[in-house]
């Protein structure tokens, strides 16, 4: 049996870091088994959905790198199937129209909650004829009356629901429109999906699903309910901790691995292992080793992580991300130095690609001012002449090569009788306008030779001026 397993999302909101980390188990399972990764898009809430959520979903699972072998469907495309599988559900028996107006259903609730009893629907037009009357009326689902629901989920373990616990829910609204356990149960059959990696907060939902994929002769899938994931003030993952969004994450510097990696041990381990190739977490993935309960999500680890896969990636692959960053901050990449070679001159220090494109513009663009304290430590009266001693000695060399320069650096401290910090923080401030770079050396030969004698020459003429008012 070829394993196939979903990612559902409704389109109503951003990619958010929860809903990756379930597609992310879904995709992994999926591809350790040899098997297939659908998404549905899950639409049919016409007031809430927006092609914007879909774009910024599809661009999250494309960014992440979680394609799909089938999709994305949409379920609006489905209400003709739908409508067919509601009909076949009437004409069995397993389904009946609900003639009962919202305030007798109110009152009904009212009573259940002042008798301390579990709201549910009563059951009233449950033995009624089932022939079509005069006025509004919803579509109920018959669930069994006695025995109960058993689902082995993979991660909870054996859950056991009495079917008296589950009132008649509602598949079919009053204009006829299909409700989401209905939905999700016509399309996990019609897709084939056996088994259905999906957030714990649908654990309610399962039992009856399985009573309806029952009704309508098809063996349940399996489950497996992932827990929620928490901030650290133990309250469920939101906008207020920070940045939830996979494209926000984007946008703060991160890489899609070190997020995938960060997701994907964010309740499940293998020892403790912190660092995994994609290969090896389809290796090494097991839905029996997810944690049972919720996890905290930990910014200090998430940027920790960053940096390990900024620092240990290939600097081709941490270049084509950087490159979306320069490109983002108006730098462009073909005026300056080879972005491969900025990754490697930079990357033990910045933690995000953010921090890097920052930490890396003046390679490519002039700058109007120094750093102001850079400046006022730097250029004293005098740093001029020591800019001017290296300034006659760059000019002079035929070959712009970092070891010669720093070689020049180190002998011009010598013949001043300078300490070397005296003759390399000027330069630096001048040709980087901050005093962080990396070293000397990197930094000229990724400049050249042109920025390099140019912003000398700017920068004597700027402590000159300065000394002289
Ligand atoms: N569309 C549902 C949601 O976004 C998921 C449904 C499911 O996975 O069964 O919460």
Known sequence: MTIKTRFAPSPTGYLHVGGARTALFSWLYARKHGGKFVLRIEDTDLERSTQESVNAILEGMAWLGLEYDEGPFYQTHRFERYKEIIQQLLDQGDAYYCYCSKDELDALREQQVANKEKPRYNGKCRDASHTRKEGEAVIRFKNP???????????????VVANKELDDLIIARSDGSPTYNLTVVVDDMDMGINVVIRGDDHINNTPRQINILRALGVEPPKYAHVPMILGADGARLSKRHGAVSVMQYREEGFLPDALLNYLVRLGWSHGDQEIFTVDEMIALFELENVNVSASTFNNEKLLWLNHQYIMNSDPAHVAHHLSWHMGERGIDPAQGPELTEVVKAQRERCKTLVEMAEASRYFYQEFENYDEKAAKKNFKAGSDEVLRH???K?????EWDGEKLHQIVLDTAEELDLKL???A????????GTAVSPSI?????????????????????????????
Do not use: H, W, Y
């Open 145 to 159: 009356a006695q025995g109960e629901v058993i689902i082995d989920d993979l991660i909870k373990g054996k859950i």
């Open 390 to 392: 290296l300034l006659a």
């Open 394 to 398: 760059f000019s002079a060399i035929s």
């Open 421 to 423: 910090g005296k003759v």
């Open 425 to 432: 923080q000027p330069l630096r401030v001048a040709v980087c």
């Open 441 to 469: 050396d990197v930094t000229l030969s990724l400049l050249g030779r042109d920025k390099t004698l140019n912003r000398m020459e700017k920068a004597i003429k700027f402590i000159q001026d300065k000394n002289k008012s």
